[in-house]
């Protein structure tokens, strides 16, 4: 007699395999059970999803998960995470620093009181406000001084618009270990000196957009990306230097940057992004203006992707040097004198460092000779010459006798004479000489 499989192992084998096929569903998808014949299939058509049921909470660190139901059969379903919502920190300073002694801070969570943290004021003067301005979990903080300085410091990214608007700092300080400057971060900011550190990597689009206090801008080598617009509209930004390892410069990085005078690029092949945008934007604005470097020199080295851009754009190109300078052709410092060697000085129009080369010395440029004392049969006479560079140097020489004549020549009255004329003669010159210099 054959053996036929009973009703129940029947169920639990079709049981079996649906489970089976449930768990190589990945995790967050729509999952089909089989069609409720009440509910019409709609095949071809997408779901529609209701508003959704929050069926795991999120906290602070760990994500939350919601689920959606399709309104045109409920057997299909759908969950999404929900961000964890992080700490809501609320900062108290506990002992404030100072110039020299480190201060402390701690925080207690608004979302659940039992989170708790504390931070280590630095030593850079009175705090008047502290607090967290990382993303996630990292541990991004900032202290911001009396004198107005605002020093971001710990670790990670500082987030997206965690200090825009601030008119109330005045300098920026961003401690190492900070890598990235999330977007419009620190738009609309009126700080007048940015210090960026030596680990950041990233600035993002918008970071410093329409910042109109500061004048230059200098990125360390460890930035590598800079964003869309990030120095967008700084109204007085007159220099930029883009460090060695920086590869993208997002489209209109510099926009309307009108003061900007140099823009420095110390890596050759660094790609500076300018997309085509409808034009005009705004009625009377010209297309062109939505440049990502809309004027100055442009400072790189010759043959790479900066060279490029500058030529197609019309921007003046200045190559560097070997070392990354810019050296002028030297402008005299020290004027050279007839005797001694003067002083030309080259500056590097990047980083102002400059270095001397001597001039040499001009020499004497002599005069005629001019007889002070006319020679006679008896007397040699003397003729002296002067510089005309001003140096007040003045040679003389001996004019031999003249050669005796024949004609009787022991006039004692006739050399009084001669003798009374060349006094007189030398005295003249003398004054002339005196009031020519
Ligand atoms: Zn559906
Ligand atoms: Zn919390
Ligand atoms: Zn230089
Ligand atoms: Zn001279």
Redesign the pocket.
């Known amino acids: 007699m054959k053996k036929t499989r009973t009703p129940v192992s029947l169920l639990l084998c079709t049981l079996l395999a649906l489970l089976m096929l449930l768990m190589l569903l990945p995790l967050g998808t729509v999952s089909f059970a089989a069609e409720d014949p009440s509910n019409p299939s709609h095949e071809g058509r997408d779901c529609e999803w209701d508003k959704g049921r929050t069926i795991t909470v999120p906290t602070c660190t760990t994500p939350g998960e919601v689920k959606y139901t399709c309104k045109i059969n409920a057997l299909h379903t759908k969950t999404e995470a929900i961000p964890a919502t992080n700490h809501d920190y609320e900062w108290t300073i506990t002992k404030n620093s100072t110039a020299t002694a480190p201060g402390t801070a701690t925080a207690v969570c608004k979302n659940n009181p039992a989170h708790t943290e504390s931070m280590t004021i630095p030593a850079r003067g009175t705090a008047v406000e502290v607090g967290y301005c990382g993303t996630g979990l990292n541990h991004a903080y900032y202290a911001l001084y009396e004198d107005g300085t605002l020093f971001v410091f710990g670790a990670g990214a500082i987030k997206a618009f965690a200090f825009m608007g601030r008119e109330d700092v005045h300098a920026l300080v961003i401690g190492d270990g900070i890598t990235e400057i999330g977007s419009s971060a620190f738009a609309f900011c009126r700080f007048e000196s940015i210090d960026f550190g030596n680990t950041l990597e990233t600035i993002g689009s918008l970071a410093f957009y329409d910042c109109d206090g500061f004048e230059e801008v200098l990125l360390p080598d460890s930035v590598k990306d800079v964003g869309d617009c990030a120095f967008g509209l700084s109204s007085n930004l007159k220099k930029v230097v883009f460090g060695r390892n920086v590869e993208l410069v997002g489209d209109c990085a510099l926009l309307q940057c009108y003061e900007l005078k140099q823009s420095v690029f110390l890596n050759r092949d660094t790609i500076i992004v300018e997309k085509e945008h409808p034009a005009p934007v705004q009625e009377g604005a010209t297309p062109n203006l939505l440049r990502t470097i809309n004027g100055g020199t442009v400072y790189g080295y010759a043959g790479g992707s900066v060279e490029a851009y500058a030529n197609e754009k019309g921007l003046p190109f200045v190559a560097l040097d070997a070392e990354?300078?810019?050296f002028d052709d030297g402008v005299v410092t020290t004027k050279p004198t007839c005797t001694e060697d003067g002083v030309e000085t080259f500056t590097?129009a990047?980083?102002?460092?400059s270095y001397t080369a001597p001039v040499a010395a001009t020499g004497h440029e002599w005069s005629e000779w001019i007889v002070s004392i006319n020679p006679t049969e008896q007397h040699e006479g003397q003729a002296y010459r002067y510089c005309k560079n001003g140096c007040k140097q003045i040679e003389t020489k001996t004019i031999d006798k003249l050669p005796e004549t024949n004609e009787e020549g022991g006039n004692i009255f006739q050399q009084i004479l001669d003798w009374v004329q060349s006094f007189f003669d030398r005295i003249g010159e003398a004054f002339r000489n005196l009031f020519r210099f």
């Open positions: 990354g300078h810019a590097c990047v980083c102002g460092d």
